[in-house]
């Protein structure tokens, strides 16, 4: 016997809008037989389709259900009390109208529709896909960093950086989290995180007090970084080189890349640059044995980079740095 609890009731501490006048959603199916309310939407669904997708309601839908309980055109009604209408809006969608959207982009308001709701009722395919998506865009191997270079799936992530981050802390997508940070501190400056984060709806995210102390430990620990790894644009090591054919031409070049690479035009802040400039792209400024001795130390520089980002943001390396389960 299932010691699942039996389906939710309304409880005497309902929020507005659970006990404001019910809407029904499109999502109305004529033959469904139970009905879903979440804050003041009702969705008229099959309980089959929810029981195949999730344990929990499996398991719900086991235990036989007290008399006088309240119903909705003959169907039992559930009270998710503390879930948002919208994400069963996206997840019923899917379930119903387009399963396969499982394999494409996601929205950000989708990709945490179906975090939460794949957590907390237990439905791997929404939970893995949102997951997968994450680790896609924000990965924890220098290969496909560089592949990737955010061309970014999870839709309007640029403007929601922030949201994704508290997103990978509240989950522990821990292996992501440091991309995600790096990305923060490239797309804002942390006078801007700190005041608040505009997002497209005119609303302002600002990060919980542990995030905010991990962007600005890790923000102080990439410029120190930089000045040490980089110590070789600010001085002639290595540019001009031993065999460099126009020696002032192409130390005047070096102090130029340094100075536009530290520096962000978009935040009007310092940048961190290590992970995301190509040398490639400033090597027809040098002569031909300065821009191969700039790319490899370039290159060496970016590799300690990526190898140490984790550890910026108080994390384990990337070795130790798993997500939690």
């Known amino acids: 016997m299932s010691d699942a609890p039996p389906l939710a009731k309304r409880k005497r501490n309902s929020t507005a809008n659970e006990t404001a006048t019910p809407i029904r959603s499109h999502i109305w199916k004529p033959f469904g037989d139970i009905v879903l309310q979440a804050e003041s939407?009702?969705?008229?669904?099959?309980?089959?389709?929810?029981?195949?997708?999730s344990p929990v309601f499996a398991d719900m839908f086991d235990v036989?259900?007290?008399?006088?309980?309240?119903?909705?055109?003959?169907?039992?009604?559930?009270?998710?009390?503390?879930?948002?209408a919208k994400d069963w809006e996206f997840l019923l969608g899917i379930l119903y109208d387009n399963p396969f959207e499982f394999k494409k982009s996601l929205g950000f308001d989708m990709a945490v529709a179906l975090l939460r709701l794949g957590r907390k009722y237990g439905i791997p395919t929404a939970e893995a896909s949102a997951i997968r998506r994450i680790h896609s865009e924000f990965p924890a191997a220098f290969e496909a960093w560089n592949r990737n270079e955010l061309l970014l799936e999870v839709e309007d992530v640029d403007r929601n950086l922030i949201d994704i981050l508290t997103l990978a802390y509240e989950f522990g997508i821990n292996t992501s989290i440091p991309t995600i940070a790096y990305a923060c501190l490239r797309d804002k400056s942390l006078e801007q995180i700190f005041t608040g984060v505009m997002?497209?709806?005119?609303?302002?995210?600002?990060?919980?007090q542990k995030i905010l102390q991990a962007l600005t430990i890790g923000f102080e620990r990439i410029m120190?970084?930089?000045?040490?790894?980089?110590?070789?644009?600010?001085?002639?090591?290595?540019?001009?080189?031993t065999l460099c054919r126009q020696r002032e031409k192409c130390a005047e070049a070096r102090v130029e890349l340094h100075r536009v690479v530290a520096w962000n035009d978009l935040t009007n802040a310092?940048?961190?640059?290590?992970?995301?400039f190509d040398f490639e792209d400033f090597s027809g400024d040098f002569c031909k044995p300065c821009a191969i001795a700039g790319k490899a130390a370039h290159a060496v520089s970016r590799t300690k980079a990526w190898q140490t980002l984790p550890t910026f943001f108080g994390l384990p390396g990337w070795k130790e740095l798993e997500d939690v389960q």
């Open 270 to 276: 310092p940048d961190c640059f290590a992970l995301c």
């Open 199 to 208: 997002r497209t709806d005119g609303s302002r995210v600002l990060p919980p």
């Open 224 to 241: 120190r970084f930089q000045h040490e790894a980089y110590m070789w644009m600010e001085n002639d090591t290595v540019i001009p080189c």
């Open 64 to 84: 036989p259900q007290p008399p006088n309980e309240p119903q909705i055109d003959g169907c039992p009604l559930v009270i998710l009390s503390e879930d948002r």
């Open 41 to 53: 939407t009702q969705f008229r669904v099959s309980r089959d389709v929810l029981a195949n997708q």
